[in-house]
């Protein structure tokens, strides 16, 4: 799967320096499979999350989010944010609230 942008990843990290060696895990996992649908991903990465439209990964023992919109016609995966745990309850509180 094509993962667009790799920078969002680097930029998060930089400033979260532990978040690097588990979203280099993630992108490299995601990025060496090619799942067709939601279930194919939850096999690939068991704490992954569907709220429409986006695709949520849990990454580095439940510390960081990857919100992301998956076309699998295509095979490119958008990564829209990245969060540490705190920000993404602070995000989907005030996502649910619109």
């Known amino acids: 799967m094509h993962i667009i942008s790799k920078q969002a990843l680097e930029t ?3 400033k979260h320096p ?18 067709m649908n939601f279930h194919e991903v939850k096999q690939i990465c068991n704490s992954a999350d569907y709220s429409a439209p986006y695709t949520i990964f849990d990454v580095g023992g439940n510390n960081f989010r990857v919100i ?22 602070r995000w989907n509180k005030a996502t649910r609230n619109q």
């Open 18 to 35: 532990s978040a690097k060696v588990p979203l280099m895990s993630w992108h490299k996992l995601l990025e060496n499979h090619a799942p």
């Open 12 to 14: 998060f990290w930089h």
């Open 68 to 89: 992301a919109v998956i076309h699998y016609n295509r095979q490119k995966l958008y990564i829209r944010e990245v969060f540490t745990h705190a920000e993404y309850d």
